[in-house]
């Protein structure tokens, strides 16, 4: 439960980061009538381009793998804390 | 770092009771000794002139009187049981400031920064986010203008012209610090809490709490922010307006928190 909380939360930020970065970074180019392509090798993150007369964002499965890497890092890193954690603190948030 | 002219304070929610210093957020108290006693019932004094009674009423050295005195106040203020109230401008506060981190800079060391501790009145959902916003709209005000500052520099350096960017990334942040504390605070409804401010620190200091509601309280913060960047960067995708989705950047960073990166994050995990 406790890693499948990690992981799930991991997914989560990293994939809601992408997402808003991307989307920004869409937005920017398309507002200044460029089209970008943001891939590494053959996984595409997003692309702006023109079909006909408009400009077109287009959202690859890489946000997705990104998230998925996410969670697997926060996963990993939780387990490393978990070894390192002791004593008792505040509440605090 | 404490002056001798600065004072001592209770922080809201702390009382010396029978000769105990109770703490109303902890739910805990500790003994006082003599002298902590002493100094404790002198607090509306600058911190100077309690060194020179507790010197002369214990019979101490200055020396040994003001290492006591100070070694005492900041352990107090480390566990944010006693704010410490400067008597001098923040101008002249600044350039105290400077002076000392100019001699300890040889040593790779800065000045302590002292902790303060507001209070937050937790009764209801809205009291609890409201008192919370207003004790914290000082230090994100601060924020917002530094993060500002920080983004126009980067963009004149990236050949931008404008101040549209940079202003916008600086309030996402402002409010982002905001809103991400009092969402803590909103969810603490009916358990005392504080709202502490340490260095670049901020952090909202709470009674205990059962396991599963302190997860709750954890993940808030984080997702409070997050949620409305996301409502920022949609809305400006739907009506292709870049600002918008520019302000909710520094908001949706806040997810960063849900990781065991940041204190919630290990908090939500169990950690």
């Given at each position: 439960m406790r890693a499948l909380k990690a992981f799930l939360l991991g997914a989560l930020a990293v994939g809601a980061l992408a997402y808003a970065l991307l989307t920004t970074l869409a937005l920017t180019a398309q507002a200044g009538g460029h089209t970008i392509d943001v891939t590494v090798g053959p996984l595409v993150f997003v692309s702006v381009g023109e079909e006909r007369d408009a400009i077109v964002t287009t959202f690859g499965p890489g946000v997705v793998v990104l998230a998925l890497v996410g969670g697997l890092a926060n996963l990993a890193a939780a387990r490393l804390v978990r070894h390192r954690a002791a004593g008792r603190v505040d509440p605090v948030d | 770092m404490i002056a001798a002219r600065d004072r001592l304070s209770l922080a809201p929610g702390v009382t010396v009771e029978h000769g105990r210093l109770a703490d109303a957020v902890r739910g805990d108290s500790w003994p006082l000794n003599a002298s902590g006693a002493f100094v404790l019932a002198r607090m509306a004094d600058p911190v100077g002139l309690i060194v020179r009674d507790l010197a002369d009423v214990f019979s101490l050295s200055q020396e040994a009187a003001r290492a006591d005195v100070l070694r005492f106040a900041w352990a107090l203020n480390a566990l944010a049981l006693v704010n410490v109230e400067s008597g001098v401008p923040r101008s002249r506060r600044l350039v105290d400031w400077i002076r000392l981190a100019a001699r300890l800079a040889p040593a790779g060391a800065l000045p302590a920064a002292a902790a303060r501790r507001r209070a937050i009145d937790t009764r209801t959902v809205r009291r609890a986010f409201g008192s919370c916003l207003a004790a914290i709209s000082t230090r994100a005000s601060l924020v917002a203008g530094g993060a500002t500052a920080v983004a126009a520099q980067l963009s004149l350096l990236a050949g931008a012209a404008g101040l549209v960017v940079p202003l916008t990334l600086g309030l996402g942040t402002g409010v982002g610090l905001g809103l991400h504390e009092a969402a803590h605070a909103a969810s603490l409804r009916g358990v005392p809490s504080a709202l502490v401010t340490r260095g670049r620190r901020t952090y909202v200091l709470h009674a205990p709490v059962s396991p599963s509601r302190r997860s709750i309280v954890a993940l808030a913060g984080p997702l409070a922010a997050m949620g409305v960047g996301i409502v920022l960067v949609v809305a400006g995708a739907i009506v292709v307006a870049p600002v918008l989705a520019i302000a909710g950047c520094p908001l949706v960073a806040?997810?960063?928190?849900?990781?065991?990166?940041g204190g919630d994050g290990r908090v939500a995990c169990g950690l």
């Open positions: - | 806040h997810a960063l928190a849900l990781t065991v990166v």
